[in-house]
């Protein structure tokens, strides 16, 4: 323990804390249409097209129920009930950043840890895996800390009928929530079992609890692979590379560009160096030794593996904030007063989520100009060639519009050039997967598409600089529809293939 328990769930020691984090963390969401994560579209679809095949059973599409990315709907479908259309978005968002502060709170509270590293934790929610918009992996985090509370109780020798039910249900929260939730949680067991050497019958008595879940994941797994979901394993940065700051940060966090990320990963570390020099007298009564095992464990699996494998990018890198963030709870806090203390995570958090926001206001500003004129130009169910010839932002950092062209099918029901729909792991699915004619991947490489590739749709939605659009209008194949912004929106002429 951090010598921090007396804060008790009260207006002073958590409920006010808890109140600033959640305000803080949803004012980046509150100032824009367009939130900067690039996978949001194409979730947002999802649910659109779950629709479509509840309505139409004799429709292209079909529901995978059983699917371990199916948790992460539920927020969806929430946000598209309360605010249809690209406000969802925004909204579900908003949902996964409330869900994270409150799980990081509860956390903090359940090991008696201190609320104001909870509210600096919180602000990790603001790394480049929400950013890349892996939404269902998002939502297995509340999953896992529920697994990790339970998973380091006290062992109690009796046997009882609830410690079955816990731990089957905590399982299969991690499988619906995503895969690699699971799969971490399971390792995780294995480690901290071993490690506080519990007894094996007791180790066997819960693997017998949470069993069910493993069967069907055999059952599930080769079926997946099966839908094409494999791919290479790819390293892009070995293991010692990346010991480095900048890659650090840009783990930790990774969604700006600029010096902001740097500023608040230094208060993050300052915090913790300063946390372990006040109390080094008495270090090892003052950390939280399963939280920091936990932090080790996360850190392992970021330093160690692949950057991708079976077709999921950032494999190794979407643990480092998870890792980050059980760093800072299990830490003892700075030997500060507690109002001291909590005005100046407030005042950390407040300057990060309030830049962030002014940051995401220039993105839609500038980056995003024209998207919405194009959505509210285009007519309903037609089919729609995404192209982003832009690529990379000056304010955000991977590939912020790389799914932008999906608000097509949120808005308008459009059939796209690429959908989720085409993944097996999705909650839905096409029926069947006929093969493509046009040319594959032209949302990441817009410039192979070819002449005969835009006869397969009726409209392009591009995202391109000034030059290029004119020199798109000018296109004999291509009538332009807008003509303002980044993205535009073109009607393509009748092309014999």
């Given at each position: 323990m951090d010598g921090h328990v007396g804060e008790r769930w009260s207006s002073a020691g958590r409920l006010v804390p808890l109140a600033a984090s959640c305000l803080l963390v949803v004012v980046p969401f509150l100032s824009v249409q367009f939130a900067p994560i690039t996978d949001l579209p194409q979730?947002?679809?999802?649910?659109?097209?779950?629709?479509?095949?509840?309505?139409?059973?004799?429709?292209?599409?079909?529901?995978?129920?059983?699917?371990?990315?199916?948790?992460?709907?539920?927020?969806?479908?929430?946000?598209?009930?309360?605010?249809?259309?690209?406000?969802?978005?925004?909204?579900?968002?908003?949902?996964?950043?409330?869900?994270?502060?409150?799980?990081?709170?509860?956390?903090?509270?359940?090991?008696?840890?201190?609320?104001?590293?909870?509210?600096?934790?919180?602000?990790?929610?603001?790394?480049?895996?929400?950013?890349?918009?892996?939404?269902?992996?998002?939502?297995?985090?509340?999953?896992?800390?529920?697994?990790?509370?339970?998973?380091?109780?006290?062992?109690?020798?009796?046997?009882?009928?609830?410690?079955?039910?816990?731990?089957l249900g905590a399982a299969w929260l991690l499988y619906l929530g995503h895969a690699l939730w699971l799969a971490a949680g399971l390792a995780w067991f294995v480690v901290r079992s071993a490690l506080a050497r519990t007894p094996l019958r007791i180790v066997a008595r819960r693997v017998v609890s949470f069993a069910p879940v493993l069967v069907l994941v055999a059952v599930w797994y080769p079926r997946m692979s099966a839908g094409g979901f494999a791919s290479p394993t790819l390293w892009v940065t070995l293991p010692s590379g990346r010991l480095s700051v900048s890659w650090i940060v840009d783990t930790t966090l990774g969604g700006l560009q600029g010096p902001l990320e740097y500023g608040m990963v230094g208060v993050l570390a300052g915090w913790i160096a300063l946390g372990l020099y006040h109390h080094r007298e008495q270090l090892a009564a003052s950390l939280d030794r399963d939280l920091c095992l936990a932090a080790v464990f996360f850190a392992a699996l970021a330093l160690l593996l692949p950057d991708k494998h079976q077709n999921t990018i950032g494999f190794a890198t979407r643990w480092e904030p998870i890792a980050a963030i059980m760093l800072v709870l299990g830490v003892p806090a700075p030997a500060w007063d507690r109002t001291f203390r909590t005005a100046l995570a407030t005042a950390a958090v407040a300057v990060f989520t309030v830049l962030t926001a002014l940051a995401w206001v220039r993105f839609e500003r500038d980056e995003m100009a024209g998207l919405d004129e194009s959505l509210q130009s285009l007519p309903g169910n037609a089919r729609v060639l995404g192209l982003d010839y832009v690529k990379t932002s000056a304010i955000i950092k991977g590939r912020p519009f790389l799914q932008g062209f999906a608000y097509a099918q949120v808005v308008r029901g459009s059939e796209l050039n690429f959908s989720f729909a085409e993944f097996a792991p999705m909650a839905v699915v096409y029926k069947t997967r006929s093969p493509r004619p046009w040319t594959r991947g032209l949302e990441w490489f817009p410039e192979r598409a070819t002449r005969s590739d835009l006869s397969y749709f009726d409209y392009a939605l591009v995202n391109a600089e000034t030059r290029q659009h004119a020199a798109?209008?000018?296109?004999?194949?291509?009538?332009?529809?807008?003509?303002?912004?980044?993205?535009?929106?073109?009607?393509?002429?009748?092309i014999p293939r």
């Open positions: 979730h947002l679809a999802q649910i659109r097209l779950f629709h479509e095949a509840i309505t139409d059973p004799d429709g292209p599409y079909r529901i995978q129920w059983l699917t371990p990315y199916l948790l992460g709907y539920l927020p969806l479908a929430l946000a598209w009930w309360l605010t249809p259309g690209t406000a969802a978005g925004r909204t579900a968002m908003l949902i996964l950043a409330l869900l994270w502060v409150l799980t990081i709170h509860w956390l903090a509270f359940r090991r008696g840890r201190a609320a104001a590293a909870a509210m600096l934790a919180g602000a990790l929610f603001y790394n480049h895996a929400t950013y890349w918009g892996f939404y269902s992996f998002a939502v297995g985090w509340p999953a896992f800390v529920l697994w990790f509370v339970l998973t380091t109780r006290p062992e109690d020798e009796r046997f009882r009928v609830r410690e079955v039910a816990l731990y798109l209008a000018a296109s004999p194949e291509l009538a332009p529809l807008t003509g303002h912004g980044r993205w535009r929106l073109y009607r393509i002429r009748t």
